[in-house]
């Protein structure tokens, strides 16, 4: 029985880049820019993967996800941003 994973690139791949984006969070206060626009900025990142990996590869949604409804782009934009700005006010707050 192996105690540790191996290190190869399928488990090591989402685990840098989540921990990565998770990472960029920590950031986000040093950046001299509006709060809001600090939480938009740090939403475009799990959007972009939703959009272009999640929904092509491992959904049957199709590029953008267009294969649930023609809005879903822009819903997933729009609660991103709002999760974004969430964030950003709670990293401010404390």
């Known amino acids: 029985m192996d105690l540790a994973p191996a290190l190869t690139p399928p488990w090591l791949y989402p685990r840098i880049v989540w921990g990565g984006m998770w990472g960029f969070l920590l950031v986000l206060p040093l950046f001299p820019v509006k709060l809001i ?5 740090a939403s475009l990142g799990p959007t972009i993967v939703q959009l272009f990996v999640v929904f092509p590869l491992k959904t049957s ?11 879903t782009p822009l819903l997933v934009l729009l609660f991103n941003a709002v999760w974004g700005s969430t964030v950003a006010l709670w990293l401010h707050m404390i």
């Open 37 to 41: 626009l600090r939480g938009i900025t």
């Open 61 to 71: 949604a199709g590029l953008l996800g267009f294969g649930l409804r023609t809005l």
